[in-house]
């Protein structure tokens, strides 16, 4: 009996054994082994504390060095006064004065046979950190919009009420008393200020003007203004839609040219005007279109494009009180 009892022992045993060793086998080869991931690589960003060049005059900007300096930022200009299309900008690692070593943005008459470029950033040095500090130039570029206005004169006048920018090269006429002769009875009537802005100088008539009108029922009285300058004989004028501008009340205007006293160009040419009213005694005329309310030629282009950006900055202002 003791025998057999030692028999039963004996296979009690193995058994563990065996399925101990059949779990450790299991664990070691068997078991999806959980994955040792390696810590991931930091790149670091050297350009981070670069300096950043920006210029409101072209629609890019880009980060060079802080030991490197712009020595040369300017439009190339032909001997007959064409003017480059893309700026020249010339940057330079301060206190090298190897022009070879410079790193050159849209350069002239560069000589791509003895130098390397990337796009239209170019040097002629063969220096290993030269080029390297290209590349990373080049890889910083972002494109931006360019405000054609930041550099604009800027206007305002609590009196007259009103803020807005125009070109450095045009020319700007002061508020005047308003005078428009609405026929008998009623004459000669002030009706309030006007001021413009051109490029014209002497006595040609300004470009662009707009109007205040200081009276009672003051939309009435723009409209009958409008009714007179551009009568049935030759034009149409027609009420459109109103909107706000600028947060204040407006409609649109637009004037049409149907006589054959003018050009065939000239016939069916449109210009359009908002009437903005500012309260129960005041209100203004604005030009919106690509026509010059007091002629019956159109701007050209360049000049429509001009009184568009005149009025993307003009705003509304209040005489602050004392």
């Known amino acids: ?35 040792v991931k390696d810590p991931e690589e930091v790149v670091k960003d050297e350009t981070a504390d670069w300096k ?9 900007i880009f980060k060079y060095p802080n030991d490197w300096e712009i020595i040369d930022d300017y439009f190339d200009e032909t001997a007959a006064g064409i003017k480059a299309k893309e700026r020249t900008i010339i940057l330079q690692q301060i206190g090298n004065r190897d022009s070879n070593d410079w790193i050159r943005m ?7 046979d003895i130098g390397k470029c990337k796009g239209s950033v170019c040097t002629y040095s063969e220096k290993v950190e030269i080029l390297n500090i290209l590349d990373k130039v080049v890889e910083s570029f972002r494109k931006t919009e360019i405000d054609e206005t ?18 450095k090269d045009w020319y700007f006429s002061p508020p005047k008393d308003w005078y428009v002769y ?36 003051p939309t009435e009285i723009a409209l009958k203004f409008l009714k007179g300058k551009y009568n049935s004989s030759y034009y149409t004028l027609e009420l459109q839609e109103k909107f706000n501008f600028q947060k204040k009340q407006a409609q649109k205007v ?17 210009e359009e005007m908002i009437i903005v009213v500012l ?8 030009p919106l279109s690509n026509r010059s309310p007091e002629y019956a030629y159109p701007f050209t282009k360049e000049q429509s494009d001009i009184i568009n950006q005149i009025l993307s900055t003009f705003k509304f202002v209040e005489k602050e009180e004392n």
């Not at 057999?4 to 779990?23: P, R």
């Open 106 to 112: 849209n350069p002239r008459q560069f000589q791509t």
């Open 182 to 217: 609405f026929g008998e009875p009623e004459g000669k009537i002030l009706l309030g200020k006007e001021l413009a802005v051109s490029p014209y100088t002497g006595e040609r008539d300004p470009l662009y003007k707009i109007f205040k009108i200081i009276s009672a029922n």
């Open 254 to 270: 637009l004037i049409t040219c149907t006589s054959e006293y003018y050009t065939e160009q000239e016939i069916g040419a449109k």
């Open 52 to 60: 950043s060049y920006t210029n409101p005059e072209v629609d890019f």
């Open 1 to 35: 009996m003791n025998q057999a009892f030692s028999k039963i022992w004996i296979v009690i045993i193995s058994a563990v054994l065996i399925a101990s060793g059949g779990i450790f086998v299991w664990q070691y080869f068997g078991a999806p082994k959980e994955e």
């Open 279 to 286: 309260d129960d005694y005041t209100s203004f005329i604005i």
């Open 150 to 167: 930041a550099n604009w004169k800027t206007y305002q006048n609590e009196d007259f009420g009103v803020k807005f920018s125009y070109p």
